[in-house]
């Protein structure tokens, strides 16, 4: 069958969800999801406690880089982004965090559409996963959370939450952290101010993707192609009317939708010739629409890790990772047979506190910002940095016990690009996110580092601590700034690359419908399509895009 009536490309958070409702509501209609790599099926890459190394799974990962970052000692940055069904979130560290009201007000004001306020994202939220707590008046081992994805048939099929079980220490942990900022009992109450235990998704032990949440009980009008890599959208004049395979052409008779994601829809928009026309001549790529925006806007946001040398009664979740093959091949049989042991319980629960820092907000290089980035900053809901903890280091290895800390920056103002190296669909883009170009990123980067070691030093962490052993040599700004140059690293959070906006934004690809501008069937559906980065890790909100498409495309074509 070469013919369908709609075609998604991309079979990551967006595309499967995606595929799913559209599917489930328009029986009628026929839906091909397509994804460039493989089902990600592998049983032993699906242990929650090892979802920090499933990126390292071959056939998994795009396995990109950036260009050399000139505010980055010239790194090249990795950018992980996955591969197969499930994209992403077969690869991410699972957390799930809808972000700040502030976001979606300043959201709906951006693009001109109600549908993004905050009391409406709310119901559609709650359409993809539905939660039901069993207390909240205490982060101690006795907390829960559990969340539920549903397909659009409300039939359960994934959960997301709190870890099941908690390792002895971290709830001492928690009070500790709890004397120097609030207790936020839920950040995804649309205020994510304040210490949270966070909620990812998982459920009984294991990473929940995508792919098992939406596409394990597909109907009979829903095809899925894997291993095989769009080359381009084919067109007729400005109409898009399928793809192009390997050579073969697959025919949509009502839409072809990009879900490939933040990298991958700029290029496939690119290859098929939408984009600014300068950079489409330069690659010697016959121009279908010029449409400046694409590829253009890339925000992404930068973290490092702060590890401290633990006293060797104060905790042992570090000391068995890593320490030996052996102990691991033990590990991972103990918990495939049953469930339990180092996996079931050790880095499974992790603090996340979303900090809002009126320093910042008061100072010179928040005043100098344009009026439209001060109003998406000063929301009350909005954080100006994020902490999480009780995960692994990627720096520190056993023997040693270690608390590590990472800072995530928010409120980026650095636009950055994806362009194309060649007209080569095999060729790997130039990803430039242009990392703390902005001179308002570095002050951030500088003010949140040095407020997070100021809560590190407070009395009832500093006694459990023998040394800073990743972190600045000093305080002061440059030091501070020479220690970001030197570690920081992509949070994996690419997002505004076809954004949306209005008519009049001349960098702006797509509508409010999501249809891309200057052309017809053609609609991006992912993260690409976000008018700025939320405050917050992007699986949820890449669910939330793909769940308003679904609703607007199901509401024209019934």
């Not at 205020?191 to 394990?216: K, M, W, Y």
């Not at 290859?271 to 253009?296: E, Q």
């Not at 270690?402 to 928010?410: E, I, K």
Request: hydrophobic share 35%.
């Amino acid at each position: 069958m070469d013919t369908f009536d709609f075609i998604i490309v991309g079979g990551g958070a967006s595309g499967c969800l995606l595929a799913s409702r559209l599917a489930h509501s328009l029986p009628h209609l026929s839906t091909l999801l397509i994804d460039a790599g493989g089902h990600n099926s592998d049983e032993t890459l699906k242990s929650f406690g090892e979802r920090h190394t499933t990126l390292t799974a071959p056939g998994y990962n795009w396995g990109y880089k950036t260009v050399p970052q000139a505010q980055l000692n010239n790194r090249e940055i990795d950018y992980s982004r996955g591969k197969g069904l499930g994209g992403s979130t077969a690869i991410n560290f699972c957390v799930y965090t809808r972000g700040p009201e502030a976001d979606y007000e300043h959201w709906a004001d951006v693009v001109g559409d109600e549908v993004w306020r905050w009391k409406e994202v709310q119901k559609r939220f709650n359409k993809v996963a539905k939660r039901a707590w069993d207390r909240l008046n205490d982060f101690t081992n006795r907390v829960r959370s559990l969340m539920t994805l549903c397909d659009a048939m409300r039939v359960r099929m994934g959960m997301t939450g709190l870890a099941a079980k908690w390792d002895p220490t971290f709830g001492d942990f928690l009070d500790k952290t709890l004397e120097y900022y609030p207790r936020n009992y839920d950040h995804n109450s649309g205020d994510p101010i304040g210490i949270a235990v966070c909620q990812q998704t998982t459920h009984n032990g294991r990473r929940a993707t995508a792919a098992e949440a939406f596409l394990s009980q597909r109907p009979e009008n829903l095809h899925i192609m894997t291993n095989s890599a769009v080359t381009k959208v084919v067109f007729q004049g400005k109409r898009a009317v399928g793809v192009e395979v390997n050579g073969k052409k697959i025919s949509a008779l009502k839409e072809t939708i990009l879900s490939a994601g933040a990298v991958d829809t700029p290029k496939l928009l690119l290859l098929s010739g939408i984009g600014p026309s300068h950079d489409l001549h330069s690659c010697k790529i016959p121009l279908t629409h010029h449409l400046p925006g694409v590829g253009k806007n890339l925000r992404d946001r930068l973290f490092l890790e702060l590890v401290n040398i633990q006293k060797p009664e104060c905790h042992h979740r570090t000391a068995y990772a890593g320490s030996s093959p052996e102990q691991m091949a033990e590990a991972r049989k103990q918990w495939a047979t049953d469930q339990t042991g180092p996996l079931a319980s050790y880095y499974l629960p992790q603090m996340i506190g979303f900090i809002r820092s009126e320093a910042v907000l008061r100072s010179e290089a928040y005043a100098s910002l344009e009026e439209v980035s001060r109003e998406g900053l000063r929301g009350k809901t909005k954080p100006t940095y994020e902490m999480f903890s009780q995960a692994p280091s990627a720096s520190m290895l056993p023997p040693h016990l270690y608390l590590a800390t990472a800072v995530a920056f928010h409120g980026t103002e650095t636009g950055g690009s994806i362009t194309l190296s060649s007209s080569d669909p095999n060729s790997a883009p130039l990803i430039d996110p242009a990392f703390l170009t902005h001179p308002f990123d570095r002050h951030l980067a500088i003010h949140s580092v040095r407020e997070t070691l100021a809560f590190l030093r407070t009395p009832s962490l500093a006694k459990d601590q023998i040394r800073l052993a990743a972190g600045p040599k000093g305080e002061g700004d440059d030091e501070i700034l020479d220690y970001i140059r030197a570690t920081a690293t992509s949070m994996w959070h690419p997002c505004s690359t076809a954004k949306m906006g209005k008519p009049s934004d001349a960098s702006a690809c797509v509508d409010t419908d999501f249809h891309v501008f200057g052309v017809e069937g053609l609609r991006v559906v992912d993260m690409s399509v976000a008018p700025f980065l939320p405050s917050a890790h992007t699986q949820a909100i890449a669910y939330l895009i793909a769940q308003t498409a679904g609703e607007k495309l199901v509401a024209e074509y019934s």
